[in-house]
Structures are given as C-alpha cells and as structure tokens.
C-alpha cells in the first residue's frame, strides 16, 4: 500500500482555508479512482511548542500504479488544479509507502 501526503503550511487566512478544504478541495480529491482511505489531521503543535504546519492530508492507494493512475484521472487532475489554485505556495506533496 502506498499514500499521496499533502502537508500544508499555515495560511494566511485559516478560516477561508479550511472553508474551501472541506467544502471543495476534499470532495474533489475523495473522487480520486483507487483511493481506499483519506485521512485529514489538523497540526497542533509539535514537542517543543508552535508549529509553522497547519493541516495534512493522507490519501492511501493500493499500489504505486494506482496511485499514478488517480492522478493522471479527471478527478486527479481538478483535484490538482484546484491545490495549485488555493494552496500552491503552502503545499509539499511527498509519496510514501505504508511498511
């Protein structure tokens, strides 16, 4: 099993994030082809404090190929032009394998 990881750094309006997040942005990636599970955590802080982080999202997929096929889907793809729209600058994707 692999996972997309999307970690988000905090914006300058949180309110206005988090609104388009979980009104627009979740819906569209939760129509990804192959996805088994979303997982989305808000950062509260870290051991020694406040954390420059504000959310993660983790989107877990059966394979490498599953993964790469989502993507490059439809839903992939707006779900993507949508991330570049609304979070471009505070967003790292990282791929990961579940071990």
Known sequence: MVKLVAIYRKPEDIDAFDKHYLEVHGPLAEKMPGLIKMEVSKIYG?????SDLHLMAEMYFESKEALMEALSSPEGRAAGKDLRGFAGPIVSMHFAEVV
């Open 46 to 50: 870290t051991p020694m404090g406040e």
